[in-house]
């Protein structure tokens, strides 16, 4: 167990429709990041949290969004999802800048 | 943005083989950090290196940061069926629209058939 919480597991939507994967940062961790995985791809940046401030950006879809709540616990928030939304994706939290990330066991996602 | 070219795709091992893999940017990184990711499960830290020229080992693994900070390898001595898996090397830096930490394409290692 890593200390990164990850619900749900699994998760199978249909197309168009909208769904919020949680994640819980280790004990004391402020930073929070989540990146999306395709098949045989490698991990895709999307956003991250410190202390509940978006902080850093990357190539996140406009119909994604996130946010990190005062118990530093965040929501990623997946909307109007296409089949290509369909990945695992993770997330991963830090104490400090310059030391390595500790990632959850992730949130399977498929779109039908 | 920063991109990290990360080699070999893939490869195969027998038991008991040593292994070599690396990674290069076309930027510096402050960070170099290694990654192993198992089937299903979420990428572990394996090392991290936070000084050029630094040599770390950890049991069987021994990873380099490059003196230029725009490299790294890893080695595994003596390879066993455990280590099978997708390692992913990772650049860390401060700021940057791409976020902090940017991931290799991962080098998947399979057993010999």
């Known amino acids: 167990d890593s200390g990164v919480t990850q619900t749900p597991k699994h998760l199978i939507t249909a197309t168009g429709q909208r769904v919020t994967l949680r994640c819980s940062p280790r004990?004391?961790?402020?930073?929070v990041y989540w990146y999306q995985q395709s098949l045989d791809q490698g991990l895709q940046f999307l956003i991250q949290?410190?202390?509940?401030?978006?902080?850093a950006k990357g190539n996140i879809l406009e119909r994604f969004s996130a946010q990190q709540f005062p118990d530093l616990h965040s929501e990623l928030n997946l909307s109007s999802l296409e089949l290509g939304d369909s990945a695992l994706y993770f997330c991963?939290?830090?104490?400090?800048?310059?030391?390595?990330?500790?990632f959850g066991s992730g949130t399977r996602l498929t779109v039908v | 943005g920063q991109q990290l070219n990360q080699s070999p795709q893939s490869m195969f091992i027998q038991e008991g083989e040593d292994v070599s893999m690396n990674c290069t940017s076309s930027?510096?990184?402050?960070?170099w950090l290694w990654y192993k990711q198992d089937p299903g499960e979420g990428p572990v830290l394996l090392i991290a290196?936070?000084?050029?020229?630094e040599l770390t080992s950890n049991g069987r693994l021994t990873a380099q940061f490059g003196i230029t900070r725009k490299d790294s390898f890893l080695n595994i001595s003596a390879s066993i069926p455990s280590d099978v898996g997708i390692y992913f090397c990772a650049g860390l830096n401060y700021g940057g629209s791409q976020g902090n930490l940017i991931f290799g394409k991962g080098t998947k290692l399979s057993v010999k058939p």
């Open positions: 930027s510096i990184f402050n960070t």
């Open positions: 991963a939290s830090s104490a400090n800048r310059g030391f390595g990330y500790t």
């Open positions: 290196l936070y000084k050029a020229g």
């Open positions: 949290y410190y202390n509940g401030e978006e902080r």
């Open positions: 004990s004391g961790d402020l930073s």
